[in-house]
């Protein structure tokens, strides 16, 4: 399943390294993808709460959220935005965490119900911040999302410095980040 945050469409320079990963991973994978356009899910706020709190989640998000914990591979993109990335995917990641669903809990600890053995997150940050920095949230809170939902391991692919590169710099980090990644999609 490709989770795909990339809010500017054909602009999209995280897209544009998703796009030939998705396609090598679709010579061995039936991919699925869900696009993100940030009118897609309800925040889980109270109302959401108080739903689910009562037994009611819509049915096509149950039928999403049991799509997402079988599918084989997750790969998710977003940009790198406010040091983590898009609201709509929290949002989305908030809707998708159902109980028996994508984890479980045993009273005494949590335990993860997707099948996936890994977790691949493409993304471009503009600015000079490496996967690892303690600027960068993103990476963290995947492998923690990835804990609780049993995803496996988390692999990050980023082209970095963007916005401060000339364009032919950014042609050549996002190149190098898309044979990075069809690498990785090697072993996915």
Do not use: Q
């Not at 040091?83 to 993860?112: C, Q, R, W």
């Not at 053995?117 to 993304?123: H, R």
């Not at 988390?154 to 990075?180: F, H, M, Q, R, W």
């Amino acid at each position: 399943m490709v989770i795909d945050a990339c809010m500017r469409g054909g602009d999209s320079r995280t897209r544009r390294i998703l796009e030939p990963l998705v396609a090598e991973l679709g010579k061995r994978y039936e991919i699925e993808t869900v696009r993100l356009d940030g009118g897609d899910y309800a925040a889980v706020g109270r109302k959401v709460l108080a739903e689910r709190s009562s037994g009611y989640v819509p049915e096509e998000t149950v039928a999403l959220a049991r799509r997402l914990a079988g599918a084989d591979r997750i790969v998710i993109a977003a940009p790198f935005w406010d040091m983590s990335f898009p609201a709509i995917l929290k949002v989305f990641i908030e809707n998708m965490s159902l109980y028996n669903i994508t984890f479980k809990d045993s009273g005494t600890h949590f335990e993860g119900l997707c099948r996936s053995e890994k977790l691949l997150y493409v993304t471009t940050r503009g600015m000079d911040v490496h996967t690892g920095d303690p600027l960068e949230a993103a990476t963290p809170y995947l492998k923690a999302l990835s804990a609780l939902w049993g995803c496996g391991e988390v692999i990050t692919v980023a082209a970095e410095n963007l916005d401060y590169s000339t364009p032919g710099e950014v042609d050549a980090k996002i190149a190098a980040a898309v044979a990075e990644g069809l690498e990785i999609c090697k072993i996915l």
